[in-house]
C-alpha cells in the first residue's frame, strides 16, 4: 500500500512512502482501474482489472524499465505466451514507468535493450506503486 506523507522537512514537500502486504493465495485480490499499453503496442487506454480478468487466470509480473536491466523477462514472457494462452491464462506486465514510455520501449529494437515490437500482453503503470 503506497500513501503520501507530509515531510518533516517541508509543509510542502511530500515523501511517498511504501508499506508491503503479504498476500497469501487464499486473500481475494484487489482488483483496479490502471492505465497502460494494450496488447497490440499501440494503444493507451484504462484497463479494468476486475473485467477483464476476474474468474480467469492471470500472471502479473512486475519489471522495473531501466537502462541497466534487460528486458529478458518481458521478452521470455513474449516467447512463451502461446503457452500460457493454450493454458487459458494472461500475462500482464506492471512498471512503474508511464505508458509513453513503455510505447517507447516497445517500438526500441531489442538489440538497443527494447522488446522490438508489440509482446501481446497488456502493460499497466502503477506510478504510485499501489498494486
Known amino acids: 500500500m503506497a500513501k ?8 510542502s514537500m511530500q515523501l511517498l512512502t511504501v508499506s508491503n502486504k503479504i498476500t497469501k493465495p487464499q486473500d481475494g485480490f484487489v482488483f483496479r482501474q490502471m492505465s497502460g499499453v494494450d496488447k497490440d503496442g499501440e494503444t493507451i487506454r484504462v484497463v479494468d482489472m476486475e473485467t477483464e480478468f476476474k ?15 534487460d528486458s529478458s523477462e518481458v521478452l521470455s514472457f513474449k516467447e512463451h505466451l502461446e503457452e500460457f494462452t493454450k493454458n487459458h ?9 508511464s505508458p509513453l514510455a513503455v510505447k517507447r520501449w516497445i517500438s526500441k529494437d531489442v538489440s538497443r535493450g527494447g522488446f522490438g515490437g508489440p509482446v501481446g500482453f497488456s502493460i499497466l503503470t502503477d506510478k504510485d506503486l499501489s498494486l
Open 55 to 69: 474468474n480467469n487466470y492471470f500472471v502479473l509480473f512486475f519489471f522495473p524499465m531501466d537502462f541497466k536491466v
Open 89 to 97: 491464462c494472461e500475462i500482464v506486465g506492471v512498471t512503474s514507468d
Open 4 to 11: 503520501i506523507v507530509n515531510s518533516p522537512l517541508s509543509s
